[in-house]
Nanobody, 115 residues
Framework: QVQLVESGGGLVQAGGSLRLSCAAS????????MYWYRQTPGNQRELVAE???????NYADSVKGRSTISRDNAKNTVYLQMNSLKPEDTAVYYC?????????WGHGLQVTVSS
């Protein structure tokens, strides 16, 4: 099994930056791709960014150009660098991974961007 633990959330002013981290443990070799999602109250969870095993990346239009997903294989960690943050980026951010037996989710962390 794979376990995911997120860190790096918090409160930041508009225009600021945050780097979210997602540390994976367990059956690392079973991970196909990793993702960052976010969710606001009353809304569905939405994809923010993804990175495949091969290193391909994809971003939601809402964060494209402001965010970068990357990974450190030696640390089994995926990062989401978010710049030029806006109040509408305020959400609970979740790390996720797809494996050979299904999807795995982290517990989520709060990102709050003040105006």
């Amino acid at each position: 099994q794979v376990q995911l633990v997120e860190s790096g959330g918090g409160l930041v002013q508009a225009g600021g930056s945050l780097r979210l981290s997602c540390a994976a443990s367990g059956s690392i070799s079973s991970i196909n791709a990793m993702y960052w999602y976010r969710q606001t109250p009353g809304n569905q969870r939405e994809l923010v960014a993804e990175i495949t095993r091969g290193g391909s990346t994809n971003y939601a239009d809402s964060v494209k150009g402001r965010s970068t997903i990357s990974r450190d294989n030696a640390k089994n960690t995926v990062y989401l660098q978010m710049n030029s943050l806006k109040p509408e980026d305020t959400a609970v951010y979740y790390c996720a991974a797809t494996t050979g037996v299904g999807a795995v989710w982290g517990h989520g962390l709060q990102v709050t961007v003040s105006s």
